[in-house]
């Protein structure tokens, strides 16, 4: 199994990035996709899930109406559209699969995909 997050950046507040999760080694049905991030000195946040099987995404309370995750299952890609960026969203941000379904739970992830580093400057 493999996840290959890219697409992180410098941005200013209020900006906009995509972020990329190139997936491969399993059945895209299978497996529920987030997106997590961790500051510097916090713990690692659940921001976004889709499930491929129905489609159905969900979201932190601290990003909804500005973040949207989408999938592209010819692709096997997951991307995280990032809108009116603030500078408490910088993080590093990962990719995860969850064979359990969309928890944002760090603890119910199987498995990680390395990080990229979005800083939003003020």
């Known amino acids: 199994v493999q996840l290959q997050a890219s697409g992180g950046g410098l941005v200013q507040a209020g900006g906009s990035l995509r972020l990329s999760c190139a997936h491969s080694?399993?059945?895209?049905?299978?497996?529920?996709i987030d997106w997590f991030r961790q500051a510097p000195g916090k713990g690692r946040e659940g921001v976004s899930c889709i499930s491929p099987s129905d489609g159905s995404t969900y979201s932190a309370d601290s990003v909804k109406g500005r973040f949207t995750i989408s999938s592209d299952s010819a692709k096997s890609t997951v991307y995280l559209q990032m809108d009116s960026l603030k500078p408490e969203d910088t993080a590093v941000y990962y990719c995860?699969?969850?064979?359990?379904?969309?928890?944002?739970?760090?603890?119910?992830?199987?498995?990680w995909g390395q990080g990229t580093q979005v800083t939003v400057s003020s």
């Open positions: 995860a699969a969850e064979r359990k379904g969309c928890t944002l739970n760090s603890g119910w992830v199987d498995h």
């Open positions: 080694g399993f059945t895209f049905d299978d497996y529920a």
